[in-house]
T-cell receptor, first 113, second 109 residues
């Protein structure tokens, strides 16, 4: 079945460091891919998405490229801020009319000043 | 614009007591609706989804049930809570992407 695997956290970085959070997926067909962010005590917010191979999603300085050949959707940011501290979830939509999302286990990012 | 409301934000319930969590969506019609659970330190698990009024699909066997009495209302229930039901419950709706409520922190004691 479809699945998503994220790198384990927590990831601890200093402010202005470069961020990469790895995400790989297993899916039949051509799923849409997403990154969601969860700030402490809150629900999830969509950070970015990509709907087909080679698409690059970007938002708030974050970006991720849909790589079909490596079945990956790694999240990157060139210079993190303390306010980026949160849990990041990679997800795929298995298509059809249900719109169900399959999530990775989440990666906690802590950015220190 | 579309908004999603989920309540209560936090809930502490004794083992064996009933549960009712409510979620409503505004600004859209006939949305797909979902209940997810996030256990401590773990990812999100899809519990139920609904593609229309009265249509409920369960993803995992469990102590919970869901209902959709109106187009934009989705309710998560239990007749008797277990300790293992503790977690963070998230309601969501989607068209091309999913939008989440603020979540309910349930602690069963």
């Amino acid at each position: 079945g479809n699945s998503v695997t994220q790198m384990e956290g927590p990831v601890t970085l200093s402010e202005e460091a470069f961020l990469t959070i790895n995400c790989t997926y297993t899916a039949t067909g051509y799923p849409s891919l997403f990154w969601y962010v969860q700030y402490p005590g809150e629900g999830l917010q969509l950070l970015l998405k990509a709907t087909k191979a080679d698409d690059k999603g970007s938002n708030k300085g974050f970006e991720a490229t849909y790589r079909k050949e490596t079945t990956s959707f790694h999240l990157e940011k060139g210079s993190v801020q303390v306010s980026d501290s949160a849990v990041y979830f990679c997800a795929l939509s298995d298509g059809g009319n249900t719109g169900k999302l399959i999530f990775g286990q989440g990666t906690t990012l802590q950015v220190k000043p | 614009s579309q908004t999603i409301h989920q309540w209560p934000a936090t809930l502490v319930q004794p083992v064996g007591s009933p549960l009712s969590l409510e979620c409503t969506v505004e600004g859209t019609s006939n949305p797909n609706l979902y209940w997810y659970r996030q256990a401590a330190g773990r990812g999100l698990q899809l519990l139920f989804y609904s593609v229309g009024i009265g249509q409920i699909s369960s993803e995992v066997p469990q102590n919970l049930s869901a209902s959709r009495p109106q187009d934009r209302q989705f309710i998560l229930s239990s007749k008797k809570l277990l300790l293992s039901d503790s977690g963070f419950y998230l309601c969501a709706w989607s068209n091309t992407e999913a939008f989440f409520g603020q979540g309910t922190r349930l602690t069963v004691v």
